[in-house]
């Protein structure tokens, strides 16, 4: 009886233990069905994270993955050294004057290979359940703007925030409401402004190939 008791009591410590692990959400809501348990912000994020650490251990750097804390000045990752240049341009601009500010720019993703953005998609039609809710959330490799070079994930939200107030100045425009950190050059945007952001990529005439 003493030991039933004791192997009750570990149970519920190592049950309790299991829901303290670092990778467990701290949110209960999470676990809970709902498609509005966590917002598709963080999960987009996360997700940024596991490619970038080669979570599913396949690419690497000279697909596009970039390390932890690069930034548009770091011409020796393929990732920065492969996008446009004129996008490149605007953006060490932007940074350094962001940088006056006390802002710092990191680039989450920038340039991806078609093989990065393959897997990319593959994992988020995993996450979502379905090739169209991915869809809204990651292109197909012959339409994301990232395989062309013309694309960034910015961060910190801090960073995204100030270009959302001052990229225009520089050509540099948030395209989708539902991704505030990814950006591309309008550059037509100097004098205009930006134009409207698409919901999302599903509305975007460029995903419709
Ligand atoms: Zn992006």
Redesign the pocket.
């Known amino acids: 009886m003493g030991v039933a008791v004791l192997l009750v009591v570990l149970g519920a410590i190592a049950a309790a233990l299991g829901h303290q692990l670092p990778e467990s959400s701290p949110s209960p809501a999470s676990s809970s069905s709902s498609s509005t348990a966590a917002s598709p912000i963080d999960i987009r994020r996360s997700e940024h994270r596991d490619a970038r650490r080669g979570h599913r251990g396949a690419l690497g750097e000279a697909d596009g993955a970039v390390p932890d804390g690069t930034t548009v000045f770091d011409d020796e990752v393929p990732g920065i050294a492969k996008l446009d240049s004129a996008l490149l341009g605007a953006l060490r601009q932007s940074a350094t004057n962001a940088a006056d500010d006390g802002v710092k720019f990191v680039v989450d993703?920038g340039w991806r290979s078609p093989a990065y953005q393959e897997q990319l998609l593959n994992e988020a039609v995993q996450k979502y359940g379905s090739e169209a809710e991915a869809a809204r959330w990651v292109a197909t490799p012959n339409t994301s703007a990232?395989v062309s070079g013309d694309?960034v994930?910015i961060g910190p939200s801090a960073a995204a925030a100030w270009l959302s107030e001052h990229g225009a100045a520089y050509g540099l425009c948030q395209v989708y409401g539902n991704?505030p950190w990814?950006y591309e050059l309008r550059p037509d945007a100097i004098d205009h402004g930006c134009p409207a952001v698409y919901a999302d990529p599903t509305h975007d005439p460029r995903m419709q190939q």
Do not use: F, T
């Open positions: 993703s990232h694309a994930d991704e990814h």
